[in-house]
């Protein structure tokens, strides 16, 4: 059962940060229905029919792409879980693919706590890269580096052109800048949902009320974060 669970994605948390996860994911969440009415065996259909959905072709999409982003940059230092991540959200937001994530409002962005495992985890299967923390070059080229491409051009065909434009823009970017765009890219979204046009006060507003950790970045790093999206088009579309 625990298996089937984080398949789809309901797994319990396993560490303290995905408790951390679960509690601003569920922030002011209320539970409303009658009891009465409620069919466990027709929740647990709907959940498996969505398992079925998602955890075959949609989980190894999303790890194709990684491994397309990862074969690109690996021999780049900067390249670690958190850039990777970025990266990902950024390919997913800007092309409006189909991709299974679970991207959450974290310190240092919108962050997928299980993402990385998963992927590590099927890197590794594949023999495609493996993921080593303590090492400067952190994603390590395996026998079998390379061998997602036939996937991934079947897969992202007539998004290819933008995410090698992704892939390029960040490629010598530094961890801290991803973090700073791809948290002024989740307050657009934001700010775009709740005004329905772009506004830098209150992209800049959501930023510094992200977290108290955003308060390492001046005005002058957003607006110029802001200035830069605006110029090679890395942005949400009103």
Known sequence: ?????????????????????????????????DVNKIDPSEILNSV??????????DYHKRTVLAAEIVFQLHSEWSLGHLKL??????????????IHTNFLRQAMGPYDPRLMRS??????????????????????????????KEWFERYFRNEIDDINLIIDLFRKMKTRQVELIGTVYACWVKVLEEKNQFDEKEVISKFYNWSEEKEKFNIEEIKNAISWMLEYKIYPIE
């Open 1 to 33: 059962m625990d298996s089937f669970l984080n398949s789809t994605g309901f797994g319990f948390p396993e560490s303290s940060e995905d408790i951390e996860s679960f509690n601003q994911f569920s922030e002011g969440y209320e539970f409303k229905a």
């Open 119 to 148: 992927i590590d985890s099927q890197f590794v299967k594949n023999k495609w890269f493996k993921y080593n923390k303590s090492a400067n070059q952190k994603y390590i080229a395996l026998e079998n580096a390379g061998d997602h």
């Open 48 to 57: 498996r029919k969505q398992s079925q959905t998602i955890s075959g072709v």
């Open 85 to 98: 991540q970025k990266l990902i959200y950024l390919c997913q937001q800007t092309t409006g693919m189909a």
